[in-house]
Nanobody, 115 residues
Framework: QVQLVESGGGLVQPGGSLRLSCAASESIGIVAPMAWYRQAPGKQRELVAAISSGSTAGYSDSVKGRFTIFRDNAKNTVWLTMNSLKPEDTALYYC?????????WGQGTQVTVSS
């Protein structure tokens, strides 16, 4: 069973930066699409950024221009660099991997943007 382990969350002031990482415990045999989602208290989980097997990236309008997703296939790792953070970015951030038959989620890492 593949496990996704996220790290890099924390408390940051508005305007600050954080980098999240997500490492898969093993390869699923193919280079699969990966993504970052987030869920704020009382809200539904939402897609933040996604990256294809060919490293084409896409972003939600709320983070476009501030967040960057990138991956290292050899290391089974994906990162999310977050700049110009706002209080509304506060949420639990989850890593996601979409395999051909299964979907995997990390346990989440908390990001809190507050002064």
């Amino acid at each position: 069973q593949v496990q996704l382990v996220e790290s890099g969350g924390g408390l940051v002031q508005p305007g600050g930066s954080l980098r999240l990482s997500c490492a898969a415990s093993e390869s699923i045999g193919i280079v699969a699409p990966m993504a970052w989602y987030r869920q704020a208290p009382g809200k539904q989980r939402e897609l933040v950024a996604a990256i294809s097997s060919g490293s084409t990236a896409g972003y939600s309008d709320s983070v476009k221009g501030r967040f960057t997703i990138f991956r290292d296939n050899a290391k089974n790792t994906v990162w999310l660099t977050m700049n110009s953070l706002k209080p509304e970015d506060t949420a639990l951030y989850y890593c996601n991997l979409k395999g051909p038959t299964d979907e995997y989620w990390g346990q989440g890492t908390q990001v809190t943007v507050s002064s």
